[in-house]
């Protein structure tokens, strides 16, 4: 919301300086978002007087001014404009000043001739011809007629001695989207009296409002009060200098004496409005309406909106004439011919004209007071101030009498509650006369009788219901500074920390970067290409995904049902920097629908993604990140083949835990670094971490130390090409029984000579140990003899 | 004898210091102590010496023994010592060279930083809450108070996904979550991502927040800053200040924007706090009633505090990071920073 000052002190006086009101202004909760000082982009252009002229001696086109800028001596300029003659007032830019273009003056010589500064045309001050008359003339712009002595700051002359506070009006104060309304808490903070609007006009008692037009509302729920007064004998104008200096300084363009009026009223008021040509009614009535469905409408915009029942307009007897609170009709409006208006100060529902303003992609000024809430006095109060300008400034004669269609009465709000209860929220204590005096200087009618301190609440403030809201205005003003920090001292004691799944994501983390990868942070939306990308078959379950409504782009219009994608192009954008060798990781939610059409919340699931590539780096290091982590929590895997699209066909596992599909991993498949321009190899995992967290095993149990010794033996054996080392574990396991109690593979060799085509020898190292005595030889080998024969019966395995 | 004896002890003196090996000093060994050795030797020619002086030499022959024996141990471990030292000496490593197996990745910024701030709280007493980050309408705004068409939804533009369904555009969502399900004393801290369509410098479509709650029979706008000021001053420093300043959120009444004072300049006033001495980072205030009577706690009897704030604003603030991009573009460069 942006108020001038002088328009401010139209309502209060304000004797502190700027930066002091906005200091109190924030400390009672209106951030004062900027101030503007208006003429701070122009710096010692004063008017100036030119006494003597001649030609440059050296120069044809240049003329040699000396100006009479109200000192003792005369200063010297040279100019290039032919428009200047002796006698004429010019504003002249002395050394050292600033023009509104930016261009910053200082003293020169041109052609050898000193020049202590320039005349300036319009453009130079960057005036058009409605804001200075001879403004766009080529040349220097003549100021001739101007009263005011040489010498003037050209500030003065312009008026440029305004200030414009730029206030963040927050959403429960509706009140203060108004001059009056800042003007009110400006009371308050400088302990001022408020002065309202001056309010006084005489009417046409020949000619009665119901002559001229009446009022019905058929739809009171969307417009609880219109009121309606009529302007006849109509001049169609510029508006008073003051009234277009004011709308300027907020940003307005002004258009004519009433369409500026409505504006004015909004600003200073807070009370949005409307004017229309009478003649352009048809019938008698202005009627008030649900829209039918379908009913169109071309608005002041000249484009046409269709309408639906939830929407309200303004009508005729015949047709829509405005989209209620929105926007008129195009052909309502005043125009150069327009005689006699018709002017609307209505109450519309703030909820109703958000959805419909959203629902047509339409937007006013009008709209979006109306959005913030209007309360049920404005409307009074705006239209005779609308009135009071027309007849201040003769723009027409006012019809006898208002039409007030009040769909409901108008009741006061009270709130009762106790000093103690305020004091109870702010923690300290206020004494009760301060809390009366705060209140009763916000205007809220304050009393305390028995303990009750009874609230009566003016309708500007509908946003106060209860002990908290009023709590805020006693501590907005009496002062945060005044809240002495306590740490929770009347609080109950209470247990925190983390639960087990919170401690998990903890420790997966920690796992991730102590084997060296560093974390990262992606977006949870993603495009809808990814999954071709990744080469998913047309029926894979994660191209199932969400879709957002209005996304910032397609890049980001589909919330991800994998991490791979993310991943990869982390891993291929590091890649493209040249980062030599590089390992990530990313603990984040995927989100799975339930059910398509999307119509509940879906699962949310939490997953690791790992990446890595570079020197080093392999399948088995990012397997062994997975058995890392795994073993973490006590989960033994089992590792099969998979045929994941995204993944080199012989160098990717999915990992499992009985029937239970825990994630996979394996090397990127080539095609898709391909796609992300990578030719690196790049290794990724993908762990469901909501089963891991199922399937964690967090019973440690002491499981008691053999003292005698173990007995080793190695065995090598020859197999196909295609047999698993796992297979063959799994088999040693079963073979060698409770006395084997550990074996790993230690060496695989091949060698086409001497094991034959597609054959390789795998050396396998078993450990045996009873708990409670020594073994026999014999019972070793019998154990060795029964896993060879399983070997050979399971795999052709021959020993070697 | 007795000269000769003296004589003896004389020259093993001389061989024990000229041994410079442990294979010399064994032979001096032998050659004085041996059983064919010098002592021996000598010790054969007792039956020359008169009867009476036998056990004043033998006394003399025993403490040359010992003292020879002394002299030749000290002197082998002495030179065992010696040999063991230059074998690690030739042994030894450039020990300036990176150690083995050292290599450790590193947790992103704002998980350092959320993992502090939560850590801050879970010691206060507050149990970590979660929520979904796809939301129905109701507990992202409704059951905060803020009704469908309310300009206060103009604070927040939102994702949506159907009428009702939307990306959660605070963690405050949690907020009415945890209170339907839990009787108070209620103290949660609830971090997570958090979704909005704004992309530039300080913006990003998805970012972190952290939201507190407490609820309890007697808490006070006095126990918001007095948690707050314990948050921040471990945060940054135990010098930092926390200010309240007045400020609108439709679920706090109270509301309160929380500046702290700014912990480069200590509030002198600088690039980072744009030369304020201050630098808003938190919203807060006391929870409406209206929004714990919605979601089912008595607010006759009870009171809630509630704070919110950025993970990422904060995290550019503690490190020094310009721009909010960086945080998402995950070169490893940068994220190999934040060990």
């Not at chain 1, 122009?42 to 240049?62: Q, R, W």
């Not at chain 1, 363009?253 to 040509?277: C, K, L, S």
């Not at chain 1, 639960?499 to 942070?521: W, Y």
């Not at chain 2, 921040?232 to 930092?240: E, G, H, M, P």
Request: hydrophobic share 40%.
């Amino acid at each position: 919301m942006k108020v001038s000052l002088s328009w401010l002190k139209d309502f209060v006086d304000i004797d502190v300086t700027v930066e002091e009101l906005a200091d109190k202004l924030v400390g009672a909760g209106f951030e004062v978002e900027e101030i503007i000082k208006s003429g701070a982009n122009m710096k010692n252009v004063v008017l100036g007087k030119i006494v003597k002229l001649e030609k440059h001696p050296d120069a044809d086109k240049l003329q040699i001014c000396q100006i009479d800028v109200g000192k003792d001596d005369l200063i010297q300029i040279v100019t290039g404009a032919q428009n200047v003659s002796e006698g004429d007032l010019v504003p002249t830019a002395l050394h050292n000043s600033l023009l509104p273009n930016g261009q910053t003056i200082k003293r020169g010589k041109l052609r050898g001739v000193a020049s202590d500064g320039m005349l300036c045309s319009g453009e130079e001050l960057k005036l058009s011809e409605e804001d200075y008359k001879g403004a766009s003339v080529y040349g220097i712009m003549l100021m001739n007629g101007e009263k005011y002595p040489l010498g003037t700051d050209l500030n003065d002359v312009f008026g440029n001695d305004d200030v414009i506070l730029d206030i963040g009006v927050t959403a429960n104060r509706s009140d203060c989207n108004s001059v009056l309304g800042i003007a009110r808490e400006v009371a308050t903070v400088l302990k001022k009296p408020l002065k309202m609007p001056e309010i006084g006009f005489k009417t046409d008692k020949n000619v009665k409002i119901g002559d001229i037009v009446d009022v019905e509302v058929k739809a009171p729920d969307l417009c609880p009060r219109y009121m309606a007064a009529a302007v006849t004998d109509i001049k169609i104008e510029k508006s008073a200098e003051i009234i277009q200096k004011r709308l300027k300084s907020v940003g307005l363009r002004p258009i004519n004496n009433i369409v500026d009026i409505t504006n004015y009223i909004r600003v200073e008021i807070g009370q949005p409005m409307h004017a229309f040509d009478k003649n352009y009614l048809e019938g008698e009535k202005i009627i008030t309406r649900r829209a039918e469905n379908g009913e169109k409408i071309v608005a002041l915009d000249e484009k046409e909106y269709t309408l639906d029942n939830s929407m309200l307009v303004i009508c005729d007897e015949k047709k829509p004439c405005a989209v209620g609170g929105i926007m008129g009709g195009l052909n309502s409006g005043i125009n150069d011919n327009t005689k006699t208006i018709v002017f609307e100060s209505a109450k519309f529902m703030r909820d109703n004209i958000r959805r419909t303003s959203r629902t047509l992609n339409l937007r006013s000024d009008s709209s979006y007071r109306y959005e913030r809430g209007i309360d049920f006095d404005s409307q009074r109060l705006g239209l005779m101030r609308a009135l009071t300008l027309i007849d201040k400034y003769g723009y027409g004669k006012i019809a006898d009498g208002v039409i007030d269609r009040l769909a409901q009465d108008i009741t006061t709000k009270i709130v009762e509650t106790s000093v103690e209860e305020i004091n109870s929220i702010l923690g300290i204590d206020v004494p009760s006369d301060v809390i009366l005096s705060i209140l009763n200087g916000l205007q809220i009618e304050s009393t305390l009788e028995n303990g009750v301190l009874k609230c009566v609440c003016p309708a500007f403030r509908d946003d106060i219901e209860n002990a908290n809201d009023l709590a805020e205005e006693v501590i907005r003003l009496y002062g945060y500074d005044k809240i002495v920090g306590t740490l929770l001292v009347g609080g109950n004691q209470t247990l925190g920390g983390k639960n087990r799944k919170q401690q998990n994501a903890d420790i997966v983390k920690e796992i991730c970067v102590s084997q060296g990868m560093s974390e990262t942070l992606t977006y949870s939306f993603t495009s809808p290409k990814c999954f071709d990308v990744l080469k998913l078959a047309e029926n894979d379950e994660r191209r199932n995904c969400i879709k957002l409504l209005k996304p910032l782009g397609e890049d980001l219009s589909i919330m991800r049902t994998t991490l791979a994608y993310s991943m990869i192009s982390m891993l291929a954008s590091n890649n493209l920097k040249s980062n030599k060798k590089v390992k990530l990781f990313e603990l984040a939610n995927v989100y799975i629908p339930k059910s398509l059409p999307f119509n509940e919340l879906p699962n949310e699931h939490s997953m690791l993604a790992m990446g890595s590539y570079g020197d080093g780096e392999d399948f088995f290091t990012m397997k062994g990140n997975v058995e890392v982590l795994l073993r973490r929590f006590g989960i033994v895997a089992e590792y099969k083949r998979s045929d994941i699209n995204y993944l080199h066909k012989g160098r990717s596992a999915d990992i499992f835990v009985g029937k239970e599909y825990l994630g996979y991993l394996g090397e990127v498949h080539p095609e898709v670094a391909n796609s992300f321009d990578v030719s690196d190899r790049m290794y990724i995992a993908e762990i469901n971490i909501e089963v891991l967290n199922k399937l964690a095993d967090y019973s440690y149990k002491f499981m008691p130390i053999s003292s005698y010794p173990p007995i080793e033996r190695d065995i090598a054996i020859v197999v196909d090409e295609d047999v698993l080392a796992g297979n063959l574990l799994a088999c040693v396991k079963k073979g060698g029984g409770n006395l084997l109690v550990d074996t790993k593979i230690f060496d695989i060799y091949r060698n086409e000579s001497v094991l034959g085509k597609n054959k390789k020898s795998v050396a396998i190292n078993l450990v045996f140990r009873l708990a409670d005595r020594t073994l026999t030889d014999d019972e070793v080998n019998a154990k060795v003899n029964r896993i060879l024969t399983k070997l050979s019966s399971e795999f052709n395995a021959v020993q070697r | 004898m007795k000269e000769k004896i003296a004589k003896l002890i004389e020259q093993a003196k001389l061989a024990v210091e000229q041994s410079h090996t442990l294979a010399f000093i064994n032979n001096v060994k032998v050659k004085f102590l041996g059983k064919n050795g010098e002592l021996t030797q000598l010790l054969r020619g007792m039956k020359d010496v008169p009867q009476e002086e036998r056990p004043m030499v033998g006394k003399y022959v025993n403490e040359a023994r010992d003292l020879i024996t002394e002299l030749t141990e000290e002197k082998t471990r002495q030179l065992a010592q010696a040999e063991i030292d230059e074998k690690m000496m030739k042994e030894s490593v450039d020990i300036t060279l990176d150690g083995k197996n050292t290599e450790r990745g590193s947790l992103h910024p704002c998980t350092l930083v959320a993992n502090e701030i939560v850590d801050i709280f879970t010691s206060l007493g507050f149990t970590l809450g979660e929520g979904p980050e796809i939301e129905l309408d109701k507990f992202c705004f409704q059951m905060l108070n803020i009704p469908p068409d309310h300009p206060a939804r103009d604070m927040q533009d939102t994702f949506y996904i159907t009428d009702d369904i939307l990306l959660r555009t605070h963690t405050s969502s949690v907020q009415a979550r945890t209170m339907i399900n839990t009787k108070p004393p209620i103290r949660i801290i609830c971090p997570g991502k958090v979704y909005r369509p704004d992309d530039d410098a300080t913006h990003s479509p998805m970012f972190q927040q952290i939201e507190g709650l407490v609820v309890d029979e007697k808490v006070t706008l006095c126990d918001l800053k007095g948690l707050l000021e314990t948050f921040a001053q471990r945060l940054f420093d135990s010098s930092t200040k926390v200010r309240f300043r007045p400020s609108f959120f439709p679920f706090t009444e109270p509301s309160v924007e929380v500046d702290l004072s700014c912990s480069v300049c200590h509030g002198k006033g600088c690039r980072i706090c744009k030369g304020t001495g201050w630098i808003e980072i938190l919203g807060a205030g006391v929870v409406n009633p209206k929004v714990l009577d919605n979601c089912g706690i008595d607010s006759k009897k009870y009171k809630g505090l509630a704070f919110g704030l950025g993970v990422e604003r904060v995290a550019m603030i503690k490190y020094g990071i310009p721009d909010m991009r960086i945080l998402f573009e995950n070169d490893v460069r940068f994220l190999k920073d934040f060990k």
